[in-house]
């Protein structure tokens, strides 16, 4: 009898660690499952933000938003299974969405340099067309002024004054 006691109390002390056990477990998962959503929120919102910034910069963000849409849904979808307990699909769409925030954040960083280098282009462009011009209007003003008053001159000079008596 000492062995089938022993057994019992072996039996029901394994169950009772066993349950201990599984409930830090649960509670393991779900600190990973929580930290998981926090990332990719994170994620998603630094990725708006930088599309944000793009876009002020004048860069064509349509694709990022596009992406970013994917991100938000596989983020709402993460959060859903977490709700109905399903942790391993809450830190799958979690990593997904993650993953696709932080693309949108480095591709929008990049159109973000690519736009500014466009603008800074067309800056110089018109900088330089702006001067060329000016200068091209002196130019011809002072050509034309040259060209005019020889011009007026020869045909000044080639006036013969008559001398009008006064009959008055």
Sequence with gaps: MSILKSFCLSLMILLIGFGLLSVN????SEDIVN????????AVISAFEAVTVAEKAGGNVSGL???LTEAGEF?????MSYRNGDFDSAVYFANLSRDIGDEVKGEAYELRISAWDENVQ???????????GVILVVLGSLWFWRFFKRWYFR??????????KDES
């Excluded at 930290?35 to 994170?42: D, H, L, M, Y």
């Excluded at 067309?122 to 060329?132: E, K, L, P, Q």
């Design 75 to 79: 983020l709402a979808a993460a959060q």
């Design 25 to 28: 477990l649960v509670n393991a």
């Design 155 to 164: 045909r000044v000079l080639r006036m013969k004054p008559e001398v009008v």
């Design 35 to 42: 930290s998981a959503i926090e990332a990719a929120e994170s």
């Design 122 to 132: 067309r800056m110089w462009f018109t900088v330089i067309g702006s001067v060329s």
């Design 65 to 67: 938003l596009a992406d």
